[in-house]
């Protein structure tokens, strides 16, 4: 049905487009309005195309990518999200030894936290993180508001001081309103067309090195 509707849409823009531009060459002879109000209905569902690809490619270039600013030692790292219902494989992965997360109940925000190693998995709530380290991986915001573009940040904050050890920039570019209209309409989500993104597990990697991992280096 909904498709039956954005076929309707598309075949109505069609005729007001060539019944105004008909109307425009009855009006006046001069081929240079014609052309004008062609060009108008060619470009009002695709003129931001040219533009936001443009744009979003002068961003990857220029801003996108993993930067590392300080590395240090860590066991464990807490997360923005709850460890119970969060994807978890990449601090195993990464040779963690225990992970922490936030968690909103009745009693107000908690702080869960769970130890790699635990064959059972118990989550424990504790009142203080352990690790000083929080991982932020799904931080957005937009470029500029006139163009679908939005900027995905990862980062490792030291939540003591406040100072930034890495982070991994990319954006993700939605095409034409049009498309996103269109998306909206049919499925209420908007999916991005292009995306350059980097790689989060070595923003965790290179910026806390796990003391195990150092003592194998080091020959103990």
Not at 63 to 85: P, W
Not at 116 to 143: A, C, G, M, V, W
């Amino acid at each position: 049905m909904i498709g039956i509707i954005l076929i309707i849409l598309f075949f109505l823009y069609i005729q007001i487009a060539i019944r105004t531009t008909q109307y425009v060459m009855r009006k006046t002879p001069k081929k240079f309005y014609w052309t004008l109000i062609v060009l108008f209905f060619i470009l009002l569902p695709t003129w931001d195309i040219i533009i936001g690809k443009i744009y979003f490619n002068y961003l990857c270039k220029t801003e996108a990518g993993l930067k590392i600013y300080r590395s240090t030692q860590a066991n464990g790292i807490i997360t923005e999200d709850s460890i119970a219902t969060g994807d978890i494989s990449l601090y195993k992965k990464l040779c963690f030894e225990y992970i922490e997360g936030t968690h909103n109940s009745w009693k107000g925000k908690e702080i869960q936290h769970l130890d790699l190693n635990d064959i059972n998995k118990t989550i424990k709530i504790i009142k203080e993180p352990q690790s000083r380290y929080i991982f932020i991986y799904n931080e957005k915001s937009k470029p500029t508001n006139w163009l679908p573009i939005v900027k995905n940040r990862a980062l490792v904050k030291d939540m003591q001081t406040g100072e930034v050890l890495g982070e991994d920039i990319g954006f993700s570019y939605f095409g034409a309103w049009v498309g996103l209209f269109a998306d909206h309409f049919v499925s209420g989500v908007s999916k991005p067309v292009n995306e350059c993104i980097d790689n989060k597990d070595k923003l965790l990697k290179l910026t806390l090195r796990q003391k195990n991992d150092n003592e194998e280096n080091n020959g103990k």
